[in-house]
């Protein structure tokens, strides 16, 4: 218990050497959790998996060795509080983003800082205590992986890097152990009185353990303009960390300072002035379980809460202050469930089941009712076109598509059910636009759009039907106005994109349409936020504000 405190520095510590390390070799932080109960994770995307994974363990017992191998050496001892107070400090403000780590990591930050500055009587062997717990956890939990197996940093970086667990963990082991061994042989050289005879003089930075340096070397006094030139030499030295600091920062504050959000598969819904996104997947195969809330007015984009599990290739719409999302994917399972979010609550829950799994299928509202058109239950395409009461959330089936498809676009508009494009149960592209009569089960082809295209978005504007990007064989850069009447159906291209894009969600709100996808084209660690305007044809690339800087 009472060295829960400390332990709990020792994960923060852990961790944020993850962080680093990804950011190293090129990857990306999503955030640190570090918990009262001394436990943490880092979620991370790309980096190298043998840095980012050996990082943790072996960054750990780096500090632990170099705290422990300090020994006598008190002014070393002080400049480490200054490097491992400086470390919390900045891996808390960039990527920790729970209450307890963020009060936690800056209140240990600014009090190693103040142990650089100011002496205290536990000063010189606080840093011993904390060598010991850095090696101690690393050992102890190496251990605890090779007695009992489970998901831990070593197995991820086995499955990653194709290696064995058991040589993995061997390596980490005998590392850690090197350098243990090390700090004690340096340390106990210190110790000596040869050693001790050579200590440096310490001016003003004299700590309570000097009469162990007295007895053993003599202690030069200083004159005040020695003390003067000390004070002037350590505030250039702090003022050119501050400096280095800063542009650190300021370089990087368009990629450390904005919430993970780059995905690709993620559902959008409008409802109550905000832009609600769920789920999606990275490129690097990652699947997410996050809700955001964006208000596109003050471009702010936050987490609210998280979907029972990660998926991607469902579908969301928003009904009132409700949003639903309709089933998905996570790579190996496909689901059925109908998920309710409040969002003034921002409370997630069960409303209902589909009468199957399914996923990559199309869905719009109409008259406090949802529709669902195809879609891939896991093993074919399905032609089926389902109708799901409200609040109820009881699903049957309104009707049949022509044929069975998946990555279609659907929109309703002027009381019809259009389902556009998609991909057939032989994998061919469909150029087809298929209208539905709600109170009818007839669904009919009715046109076709100038080439075949899956993975599009539509949505439904006041004088037409729009149909955004998708794929033809390489992604689609043009929006289409279609637009059904008496004598048939008139297809013309609305405008063009800035950059072909699929797999995108389409939102409307307060006459503008908003696109969301991908990556943002400069800052890669943002979700790409295009606003298209119907009317004047404009479309301008949004980037979110961040919460420090903007």
């Known amino acids: 218990m009472l060295t829960r405190p400390l332990r709990v520095l020792v994960v923060l510590l852990h961790e944020i050497l993850h962080a680093l390390a990804s950011l190293a070799t090129g990857g990306g932080v999503h955030q640190i959790e570090v918990l009262s109960y001394s436990s943490g994770f880092t979620a991370v995307s790309g980096g190298a998996p043998p840095a980012v994974y050996s990082a943790g363990y072996l960054g750990t017992a780096l500090i632990g060795s170099l705290l422990l191998g300090a020994g006598p050496l008190y002014r ?13 400090l900045g891996g808390t403000l960039l990527a920790v983003r729970n209450p307890f780590g963020w009060a936690y990591g800056l209140t240990v930050g600014l009090l190693l800082l103040l142990l650089f500055f100011r002496e205290f009587r536990f000063s010189a062997y606080l840093t011993d205590l904390l060598g010991v717990l850095c090696l101690v956890d690393v050992f102890h939990d190496l251990a605890a992986f090779s007695l009992w197996p489970s998901r831990n940093d070593a197995s991820i970086l086995s499955e990653l890097a194709g290696l064995p667990y058991g040589a993995v963990l061997g390596a980490w082991a005998a590392a850690s152990a090197g350098m243990a061994a090390a700090a004690v042989a340096v340390a106990w050289r210190n110790l000596r009185e040869a050693g001790l005879q050579r200590r440096p003089e310490w001016g003003e930075f004299r700590f309570v353990t000097r009469r162990l340096v007295e007895r053993s070397s003599h202690v030069t006094s200083y004159d005040d303009g020695s003390r003067r030139r000390g004070r002037v030499t350590l505030a250039v030295y702090l003022s ?48 997410f379980a996050e809700v955001y809330r964006i208000d596109p007015s003050r471009l702010r984009i936050r987490q609210i809460t998280a979907l029972p599990s990660p998926r991607f290739g469902m579908a969301a719409v928003g009904v009132g202050d409700k949003v639903y999302v309709l089933g998905g994917f996570d790579g190996r399972r496909v689901f059925d469930d109908i998920l309710e979010l409040d969002t003034r609550t921002m409370a997630v829950r069960l409303a209902g089941r589909l009468p199957g799994p399914r996923t990559f299928g ?27 009461q409200l609040p109820s959330g009881q699903a049957s089936v309104a009707g049949r598509l022509p044929s069975p498809r998946e990555f279609a676009a659907a929109a309703f508009f002027r009381g019809r059910l259009y389902v556009i ?59 289409l106005a279609i637009r059904p009447g008496p004598g048939g159906i008139e297809t013309a291209r609305a405008a063009n994109l800035p950059v072909g894009m699929s797999d995108l969600a389409a939102v409307g709100l307060e006459g503008e349409i908003y696109l969301l996808g991908g990556a943002h084209e400069r800052f890669q660690r943002q979700i790409g936020f295009l606003r298209w305007d119907p009317k004047s044809g404009r479309a301008e690339s949004l980037k979110f504000r961040s919460f420090l800087f903007w």
């Open 76 to 88: 070393v001892k002080r400049f480490l509080y200054l490097g491992v107070g400086v470390l919390v």
């Open 240 to 287: 050119i960390l501050g400096a280095a600091l800063l542009l650190v920062v300021w370089s990087a504050r368009f990629v450390l300072f904005q919430p993970w959000t780059a995905r690709e598969w993620a559902s959008a819904a409008a409802a109550g002035g905000r832009i609600y996104l769920f789920g999606g997947r990275d490129r690097a195969g990652q699947n």
């Open 421 to 479: 494009g998609g991909s057939d149960d032989r994998g061919g592209y469909l150029d087809e636009i298929v209208e539905m009569d709600p109170s009818g089960k007839a669904a009919t082809r009715i046109g076709h759009v100038p080439s075949s295209r899956i993975r599009s978005a539509a949505i439904a504007g006041p004088e037409a039907v729009y149909l955004i990007g998708g794929w033809e064989g390489r992604k689609v850069d043009e929006v």
């Open 362 to 388: 199309a869905a719009a509202a109409a008259d406090g009712a949802l529709y669902y058109a195809g879609g891939w239950d896991g093993q074919r395409q399905l032609d089926e076109v389902l109708l799901i």
